[in-house]
DNA sequence: CCGTTCGGTGTAAGAATTTACAGTATCATG
DNA sequence: CATGATACTGTAAATTCTTACACCGAACGG
């Protein structure tokens, strides 16, 4: 429970992000509460981070971050080309197209770092309601389980199939009968699975 | 338009911004891009803010504002439960479900106030690749076009119907085999078109 | 060949900010 | 009354960040 100085502050602090796109440095905190000594400001920012309000960078200005009641916390996805040419996260990581913004609510999971978005070409997978022109959120995962929608780089192109395991063998599998093309898992690598699927219409 | 450096270290502070709540400090996107001078950074900033990609505070760190191609315009999506009983936006406007923040990026259109989102129950429309579970973001249209996936109010509740013209009659047509029905569009409301798809896996 | 743009290096001054340390005053509580 | 929590004052050092200035090299267009 935050003290009625405590909550102003932090009101403040709210306001201020939303007007400015930064957080106030500690003098701005000052001037605004008439407060004459940095080291007031301070305590309180202290108090903030000790209930959990607030957490802040290890020294540097201006890295007030806030949670929880946070200003949804917006993950900013890359969105690469259909025909990804080597591994996004390596040194020639290619250029993403744009990036889409979404929330952790759109998403279903939390974005952790490395996570992409790919446009599908092709209707290598139209049975598992996946189309030419859909965009794929992939999420690296060290270990897909079976069954899941993997996103997969064979002959340098990136590819999405359904991780199947046949007679205790893992193989790949397209959503579309018009290709039967299954590949043994060991000489491809599986980049992520696709967790969410997004289809802009007309 | 953005050189390719510039393009990057736009891309750096976007993701930045996102994942710190506050921008990058010079000697940080120093860091990141392996530049050794603080100025050879403080000429990409200027020429971002030349052209209008961002704005900067007189002095102070972090004070690096995006403008426009902006992380801010999040919509916030209400997203109802899968039986609308009312037309949402009127007085007995249904609770949300909850929100979905989307970029106008993902949405693939500008949302105007009245879009919201809906559930999808059911298979009627599984060959047009929307399933039982997805996510629809509808926007409130006063004319729908023909061919379009409308979100119609049938008995008091919302479905999911392709709008179609047969001989100059409209009528509202399933993506499903097993669900034959159609309804003439007269004795229905259309509460908007679906511009956006969203599904989640496992 | 010359000027321009892009993308830097290197250095240093100076401004802004954070942090630390030593106190003070008020109020509620046991 | 003593204690602790809250909410500061005041000062100074340390750190971080921005800005300015001088200069370099490659690529490109005329």
Not at 85 to 104: H, Q, S, Y
Not at 130 to 156: C, H, K, W, Y
């Amino acid at each position: 429970m935050l003290t009625e100085r405590q909550q102003a502050i932090f009101d403040f602090i709210l306001q201020f992000r939303n007007r400015n796109g930064c957080s106030p440095s500690i003098p701005e905190i000052q001037r605004q509460f008439d407060i004459r000594s940095p080291n007031g400001v301070v305590g309180h920012l202290h108090a903030l981070e000790a209930k959990g309000y607030i957490r802040r960078g290890e020294r540097g200005s201006r890295q007030i971050d806030l949670v929880g009641h946070n200003a949804a916390s917006i993950a900013e996805v890359p969105l690469y080309g259909s025909i990804a040419a080597g591994f996004p996260e390596t040194a020639e990581t290619p250029r993403a197209e744009t990036f889409l913004g979404l929330d952790e609510t759109t998403l279903g999971f939390r974005p952790k770092n490395g996570c992409f978005a790919l446009r599908v070409r092709g209707d290598s997978m139209k049975d598992a309601g996946i189309f030419d022109g859909d965009m794929v959120v992939v999420e690296p995962t060290p270990s897909p389980r079976e069954n899941q929608i993997v996103a997969a780089l064979i002959d340098g192109e990136c590819t999405l199939k359904r991780l199947v395991r046949v007679n205790g063998k893992w193989f790949l599998k397209a959503e579309n009968a018009a290709y039967p093309a299954l590949h043994p898992r060991s000489d491809l690598v599986i980049q992520g699975a696709v967790r969410t699927v997004i289809r802009r219409m007309q």
